[in-house]
């Protein structure tokens, strides 16, 4: 059986060919509507736009097209072209659910969200997926910051699609962010209670007993998460941090290793393990890790900072000063990062720029008592 999936890409490969040889061929209008939702999808915004003029120059009264067109629109902060277009669809399909979504996101983008509320409640009535309407209103309601309501809403995504992960993900933010820890993780246990192989649920649930420093059931969440799916790098990462609170450096270790074979190389990753072989005493391997770290991602600040402290700690502040100057280079408006660099200045005899630094992190807020004695001195 031909699936849809082949179908699309044929279409797509075919339209492309047809562009590359600076020829317009013909499309059904639901065929266009595909191409164009996959670049948009792909965030290939201009061969979306370019493939939408094209559709339109042939199907200009197709609605499917004219709301795309109008998503684009919005999009593009072109709220009164857009307002305009859907108000001459709404009498040709007052029953089309996407009219009304489309005009929710014009006035989300106008900071109405309570408008937006109403016109997606009313597009529920007539859509066929009410579960993305419920997600739609649930972020209404987080941008007004009202996380209780939002909550109901990601619940109810959660009840009709065990497998919304995108809902599952922001419901713990709620949860988090009115600092209801434990009816999360009452939440998550009974919704594993009947997805029990559901790897995301089992890394929120980890990451919710971390909150609680109940490191050891927070370990064991990484572990049924890695049983449901041996390839979630979250999961060896998230362990791999609760291995090292637990001063499990070697355990650690292999975690973050396995990161790094299933994923491309993380600068954070290469870090954590550096740090890991210090705390062993194994020096050698610390500097090496902190070096790949540096090498991975050179814009990373951090990175240059744990160089530069692993120096400091080694008391060759020779070295130290010789990545101060990276440090600054990126975090120059940081006043923890310009603080720390003003100490190896100090530690070094070059005062005159350390207290600079100290004053220029003063400058930016940065009135802590360290800082005042430091620079008193």
């Known amino acids: 059986m031909y699936s849809k999936n082949n179908e699309r890409k044929e279409v797509i490969s075919r339209y492309e060919s047809l562009l590359d040889q600076h020829k317009v061929g013909f499309f059904d209008s639901y065929q266009y509507e595909e191409i164009i939702l996959y670049y948009f999808e792909n965030a290939k915004y201009a061969k979306a ?3 939408l003029e094209i559709a339109l120059s042939q199907f200009p009264f197709v609605t499917a097209l004219r709301l795309l067109q109008a998503e684009m629109l919005i999009q593009e902060d072109n709220l009164q072209q857009a307002g305009e277009i859907l108000d001459e669809v709404i009498p040709q399909e007052p029953y089309n659910a996407d009219i009304y979504v489309q005009r929710a996101h014009l006035y989300s983008k106008k900071n109405d969200h309570h408008k937006a509320i109403e016109l997606l409640q009313y597009a529920a009535a007539y859509s066929d997926t009410p579960s993305e309407i419920d997600a739609l209103i649930a972020m209404e309601y987080v941008y007004m910051e ?4 939002a909550k109901k809403y990601f619940k109810r995504c959660i009840a009709r699609n065990p497998e919304d992960y995108f809902a599952l993900q922001h419901l713990m933010h709620c949860f988090d962010f009115l600092g209801e820890h434990q009816q999360a993780i009452q939440f998550l ?3 594993l209670d009947n ?3 559901c790897e995301v649920a089992w890394h929120s649930l980890g990451r919710q007993y971390i909150l609680q420093k109940n490191y050891q059931e927070a370990l064991r969440a990484f572990d049924f998460a890695i049983i449901s799916d041996n390839t979630f790098t979250g999961a060896y990462f998230e362990k791999g941090k609760v291995l090292e609170r637990l001063k499990n450096y070697k355990a650690a270790i292999e975690n973050y290793k396995v990161t790094l ?14 740090h890991c072989y210090e705390k062993l005493g194994e020096r050698a391997m610390a500097e090496q890790y902190y070096f790949k770290a540096v090498h991975e991602d050179p814009q990373s600040s951090k990175a240059w900072l744990a160089l530069v402290e692993y120096y400091a700690r080694e008391n060759d502040y020779e ?14 408006d940081n006043p923890i990062f310009l603080r720390r660099c003003a100490d190896i200045y100090n530690h070094i005899g070059r005062t005159e720029e350390a207290k600079q630094i100290y004053e220029q992190a003063m400058d930016l807020v940065d009135y802590s008592y360290d800082i005042h004695t430091d620079l008193a001195e």
Do not use: C
């Open 146 to 149: 009202q996380h209780a309501l």
């Open 261 to 274: 074979s299933l994923d491309d190389p993380s600068s954070f990753a290469y870090l954590r393990i550096g």
């Open 189 to 191: 246990t009974a919704f």
């Open 195 to 197: 997805n029990p192989y």
């Open 49 to 51: 736009k370019q493939a």
């Open 319 to 332: 070295k130290a000063e010789k990545y101060v100057a990276k440090v600054l280079l990126n975090e120059g």
